[in-house]
């Protein structure tokens, strides 16, 4: 690879991590598995060392993944001593090199304490003379989002500690809190019911309830906790585990199966041991942390930017099972995609039964060269449903089948269409397949569009019941309609009204984001609401006209037109029309503070100090347009903190200006 290669390569490394961290620790919904983010986030640090000129300090190689709640949802304090990360290996081998390296730099004899690495989300509490004082997740590492209401709420940790045990007047301790699998699926079958998205695993839900905003719900969330690192101003032992069975001693929960191990030897033991007997415990882990257990050792050792040199986790391979693939249902969703999926034999994997498997498109059927009969491997990943990941081929039998795609709809019967970009499937019949006129539905009353109190489950009855098929049908459900729905109730058909109602007054923009035209999402309908100003304008607006507004390609411009062009769509607008909708945007609703930014499109990137969403407002406010991508057409870009630099490198390429928040501040303050 030369250098030209390598920069773009690490630009691109560092903002897929970057938005891989967002996803993991922000919005507690990873799209990828641990291994692959360790996979990218090795690559990253390879090419770095090779290519050290492009090695810069807020790579996601130096630093730790942030999960400071957006919008400042809790306060946030300092931590006192930086909260890290752990090295991760995954050979034995690798765990002998880093015994060896800690052979080179110390002459004091050491051994490893080896203990569980819990899969939760990390913690760091404060006691002082005996009570906890303060609670913090470890945010950026620098900072956390203050969580101590919550954190009362769970049972295992003490408010108090043990009276005379001989704790020191101030000392922090830092774990982890996590979520055991029977609170985990008990927590997500009340989702289900409620129509909310479940929890992808343990770990999200953790993560999610720690971060609740009354501290009340916490108490039902059936959290945990295990603590795993005291940090004393003076020290209060020679070794880590002592330290840890101090804590214990005065009252906090440790681990029961912490072992002093003597050897890589041992250590190797303790590996083996439980990354079988693992499938056993209750809770969620992910490897094996070695330290070293002498603490002037560790002293000795100190710390990179990231991690410390005295500790590194094994991590295990993500759990596999081998089961039958018993036949493949295809599954039509929201947009028309159809995505096998396989029924299998039931089978135990992570705490959990698993019957289902993804199996994500034909190509993929094919490249593993998949039959039904066949014995599969499953793993679990970041999502919930589990993938098949390769064929078990030496246990084939003869009772296998080949695997046909169907070419028709499954559930509609119209023929499929391949789109070759996506590797997918597709039913073309959007307006009249019924899992596509749900999606539709769904996507309309969901919370960005037009907001009203429905979820798939309302959705699905109200479809089965024959009372909606257009969405204008939504304004003409009465009372009586709405409660022979299951469960349904006086209070709960009242709700659903009055967000109804509600939702008479939701702004233009929203209505035209609502209505669910292909690629129209919501910078582009704001875009278009303000190009044009009400609906008529856009369903009448040439080609050309729709190029020329902000962000809209020959991709969007053509949907537009063929989504007005279709006279059940021009009649599903005057209906909506007619019950009441926004169908124009309301001036007066608009509050313009200046006009420093007319004509002018900012796009940001990154973190700020106030939320994403009221810098949008304030580019709006003074007469700007938000852009959500760098083009020739970008006045600025405001760049925040963890700004991507995949959107640098293109505003640097394109000549667009970059500036600070403080800068932006400055301009619009003027
Ligand atoms: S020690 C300086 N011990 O794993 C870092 N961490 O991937 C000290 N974790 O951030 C961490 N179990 O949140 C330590 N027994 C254990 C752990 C553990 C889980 C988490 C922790 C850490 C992450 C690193």
Known sequence: MNRKEAKARIAELSAELARH??????????????????????????????????????????????????????????????????????????????????????????????????DGTAICLTYKNGKLERALTRGDGTKGDDVTRNVLQIPSIPHTLKEGTGYPDEFEIRGEIYMPYKAFDKLNRQRELDEEQPFANPRNAASGSLKLLDPKAVKGRGLECTLYHLLTDNPVASTHTEALSLASQWGLPVSEHIKECRSVEEVEKYILYWDTRRKELPYATDGIVIKVNQLPVQTSLGYTAKSPRWATAYKFKPEEAKTKLLSIDYQVGRTGAVTPVANLEPVQLSGTKVKRASLHNWDQIK???????????????????????????????????????????????????????????????????????????????GRKAMDINAGEATVEQLYNKGYIKDLADLYTLTKEQLLTLDKWKEKSADNFLKSLEQSRKVPFERVLFALGIRYIGETTAKNLAGEFGNIDAIANATREQLLATEEVGDKLADSIISWFSNPQHASAVDRLRAAGLQMEVDASNKVIESEILKGKTVVISGNFSISRDDMKTLIERHSGKVGSSISGNTTYMVAGEKCGPSKLEKATKLGVEIISEEEFFKIINE
């Not at 793993?379 to 296998?400: N, S």
């Open 21 to 118: 961290n967002h996803n993991y620790y922000v919005l507690n919904n990873p799209e990828i598995t641990d291994f692959q983010y360790d996979l990218l986030m090795m690559e990253l640090g390879e090419l770095e060392k090779k290519f050290p000129e492009f090695a810069v300090s807020t790579s996601p190689t130096q630093n730790v993944g942030s999960d400071l709640a957006p919008a400042q949802q809790f306060e946030q304090f300092p931590h006192k001593y930086p909260m890290l990360s752990l090295t991760n290996s995954y050979s034995i081998g690798e765990v002998s090199s880093f015994s060896e390296r800690v052979s080179k730099g110390t002459d004091i004899p050491f051994t490893f304490s080896c203990e569980l690495k819990f």
């Open 367 to 445: 490249l593993m060269d998949i039959h039904t009969g066949d014995y599969v491997y499953v793993e679990k990943g970041g999502e919930i449903i589990p993938k098949i990941t390769r064929v078990a081929l030496d246990d084939r039998g003869f009772d296998i089948v080949p695997v046909e795609f169907p070419q028709t709809c499954p559930v509609c019967g119209t023929p499929l269409v391949k789109d070759e970009e996506e590797a997918k499937h597709f039913c073309p019949n959007s307006d009249l397949c019924p899992p596509q006129i749900k999606g539709k539905f769904l996507h309309f009353v």
